[in-house]
């Protein structure tokens, strides 16, 4: 009886929590409540709890639904469940499941977009339509590109897109007929033998224009569910365009430079970034001298964090160890390999344990007979040079240029969901939520997959969202410390750290003692020794996570009296 009784205790504390915890919306992972079936009347649960089950909902065909008043980590909930179920009382006892509306976009490409899709055995896509079900994106935040620039007139570009800057400064390389300006637009950077000649590091071959950085912003954030093309993973944050790319590609200055003023740093002049990008993505690459990422990147990279965003970068494009590539290799940094449709990673891709993450990014090489096209489709112009009028189109491409911006939509959604989610803690989200590789994919057996599986919008959007019903305690049901001059060790439960370690806690700003912090699934258990108080009555406590604080005013309860936090009055 002792387990059921504790399965009742619990109960009883999340009874007392008022409506308004849960206001947000309830991400599929967590528990709204149970639907309980008892075995007689519903008393016999009062009878073991002692109280407050007039929270008890009768509902159709005889059963009663039990709401918890905030939500529950579904493994959580099950484990009640069970214990509910194995103490005789009742005929049968679920989880009361959220139903959603299964949103999809009207873009009439969507079709092919197998790498937005659910996961599947024959099909190793994102997820993204059950990330949609929680936010299509926060339009207040910005997602900086750092690329070729954008084509600012293809339709299912419109209304996406901020008006950047580039940085390119070298007027060859930005074949705008000048350096660095204010206008990020996409000249075009094709390649003719002429080119080649003059300048033999372009060589050997001439080429048409790529349309990086407009496929990649389409990627990451393409007019959704307007009825044309494509959909992208976020449908409403902007996407701030930077040129650090042209001719042959582009100098590391000019990407510093640009990295730094995406996070709203100053450059020497260049006006400043009226609208910080919480989230910056590189799909851009060169080999690292001496194996090791360039200093003056690492500081940039590292001034940018420090700033508040999250840099997410291309493995490459090389089957090498991304560790040999920058910035795949710089610190900090979300790494990020391609996978392809059927769940192994793309043959082309780098590897290796510097890869955070992997994303779809297709694979010309394997076809799946029946499935779409094993490339990831976005937004280009039809010119082969110079952008020409009515020339947008769409077009399909492989490279871990393509499976980052996956990772920076996901990463967009996940702080549009809980804009108080670090970097550091997202990067473990998104880990502990990937797809893990197909069990037949050769980097499995080889072990040089990276360090996590594909990711999938949906679990990590769902557990980013739900981080703030992971703390405890909180405004709504005090800890009880005990006497202020000696108080109790208390064990407070906070959202994943990443590095348990790292974490800090306060009590009425004094700091507790961690006695020992343990990693558990979806959050982290610190055990503390709460420090002493001049007198009796409620303390706030802040929880410093990742680097940002988290404060929860009356939370921790001094006194002489002990509190019943459970119990409605
Ligand atoms: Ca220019
Ligand atoms: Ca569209």
């Known amino acids: 009886m002792a387990h059921l009784r504790d399965a ?13 915890a849960r206001a947000a919306p309830l991400p599929a992972e967590f528990a709204a409540g149970l639907v309980i079936r008892f075995q007689g009347a519903p008393s016999a649960l009062s009878a073991l709890a002692g109280q407050n ?29 069970a214990q509910l179920q194995a103490s005789g009382e009742v005929a049968a006892v679920e989880i009361d499941r959220r139903f959603t509306i299964d949103r999809l976009p009207s ?9 937005l899709a659910a996961s599947s055995a024959v099909n190793y896509g994102i997820d993204a339509p059950a990330a949609w079900d929680i936010t299509t994106g926060d339009p207040n935040l910005v997602i900086a590109v750092i690329d070729t620039g954008v084509l600012k007139l293809h339709p299912d570009l419109a209304g ?5 800057y580039d940085f390119v400064s070298d007027p060859f390389i930005a074949n705008d007929g000048g350096g660095r300006d204010s206008d990020a637009s996409d000249p075009g950077d094709w390649v003719s033998f002429g080119d080649i000649a003059a300048h033999p590091e372009c060589g050997p071959f001439p080429h048409d224009s790529s349309w990086h950085g407009s496929h990649v912003s389409g990627t990451i954030a393409a007019a959704s569910d307007n009825g044309i093309g494509i959909a992208g993973v976020n449908w409403a944050s902007k996407v701030l365009p930077l040129r650090a790319l042209g001719k042959c590609g582009g100098s590391l200055s000019d990407v510093i430079d640009a990295l730094r003023w995406a996070a709203g740093l100053s450059v020497p002049g260049v006006p400043p970034n009226p609208t910080p990008a919480r989230v910056i993505n590189m799909s851009l690459g060169a080999p690292s001298d001496g194996g090791t990422c360039s200093p003056m990147l690492q500081a940039a990279v590292n001034d940018v964090l420090a700033a508040g965003a999250v840099v997410v970068v291309s493995a490459g494009n090389s089957r090498q160890d991304a560790a040999l590539y920058e910035p795949a290799n710089c610190n900090g940094v979300i790494t990020v390999g391609a996978s392809e449709m059927g769940g192994n990673n793309a043959s082309y891709s780098n590897t290796g344990q510097t890869v955070e993450i992997s994303a779809p990014g297709g694979d010309a090489a394997r076809f799946y007979p029946g499935q779409p096209a094993n490339l990831i489709l976005s937004t280009v112009s039809s010119s082969r040079t110079a952008p020409q009028p009515d020339s947008w189109t769409y077009a399909a491409m492989q490279g871990t240029s393509m499976a980052a911006p996956h990772v920076t939509g996901i990463v967009s959604l996940m702080f549009s969901a809980n804009p108080a989610l670090g970097g550091a803690l997202a990067v473990r989200i998104l880990q502990d939520t990937a797809t893990p590789f197909a069990p037949t994919a050769p980097c499995a057996a080889a072990g040089t997959c990276g360090q996590a599986g594909i990711a999938h919008a949906g679990r990590a959007v769902a557990r980013a969202a739900g981080l703030a019903a992971l703390l405890f305690p909180n405004d709504y049901a005090p800890a009880y410390a005990g006497p202020p001059a000696a108080p109790h060790v208390l064990t407070v439960l906070t959202a994943p750290s990443g590095d348990p370690a790292q974490t800090r806690v306060t009590i009425g700003g004094q700091p507790a003692v961690i006695l020992s912090a343990q990693a558990l699934p979806g959050r982290d258990a610190l055990r503390i020794q709460p420090p002493a108080q001049p007198a009796a009555g409620y303390y706030a406590i802040t929880v410093t996570l990742g680097g940002r604080n988290i404060t929860f005013g009356r939370a921790v309860f001094y006194g002489q009296t002990v509190y019943l936090p459970g119990v409605r009055r």
Do not use: K, T
């Open 160 to 164: 996406r897109l901020l008006d950047g």
């Open 53 to 81: 089950v007039d929270a008890l909902r009768p509902m159709s065909g005889g059963a009663y639904v039990l709401p918890f008043d905030s939500p529950l980590p579904l493994e959580e909930a099950r484990a009640l469940a």
């Open 8 to 20: 009742v205790l619990i109960l009883v504390l999340l009874l007392a929590l008022p409506a308004g």
């Open 107 to 115: 873009d009439a490409a969507y079709g092919q977009m197998w790498n």
